[in-house]
């Protein structure tokens, strides 16, 4: 099993940055790749950023050139640096993470909340 806990959400003014963690525990080594998702109100959840393996990365078409996905391996930590906020970046965003051999198992996190508003 993994535990994955977000932090970091919070009400910011349009054109502000966020930097969102996702702290991951349990199993580990099992994972194979994580990344981030966010639901609005009345939307389905969509992904945002995530590592695809390999080092690579992959963003939505919205965010790309505003946000940013890292990780530190020696903390179990990801991130989603998030500059030039706009008011339909607000939502749920969740950390994900994906193992087994085929990323049959999905883990979540319970999500924090970014609220984009003057």
């Known amino acids: 099993q993994v535990q994955l806990v977000e932090s970091g959400g919070d009400l910011v003014q349009p054109g502000g940055s966020l930097r969102l963690s996702c702290a991951a525990s349990?199993?580990?080594?099992?994972?194979?790749?994580m990344g981030w998702y966010r639901q609005a109100p009345g939307k389905q959840r969509e992904l945002v950023a995530a590592f695809t393996g390999y080092g690579r990365t992959t963003y939505a078409d919205s965010v790309k050139g505003r946000f940013t996905i890292s990780r530190d391996g020696a903390k179990n930590t990801v991130y989603l640096q998030m500059n030039s906020l706009k008011p339909e970046d607000t939502a749920v965003y969740y950390c994900?993470?994906?193992?087994?051999?085929?990323?049959?198992?999905?883990?979540w996190g319970q999500g924090t909340q970014v609220t984009v508003s003057s």
């Open positions: 349990g199993s580990i080594g099992s994972i194979n790749t």
């Open positions: 994900n993470a994906r193992a087994g051999n085929y990323n049959e198992f999905q883990f």
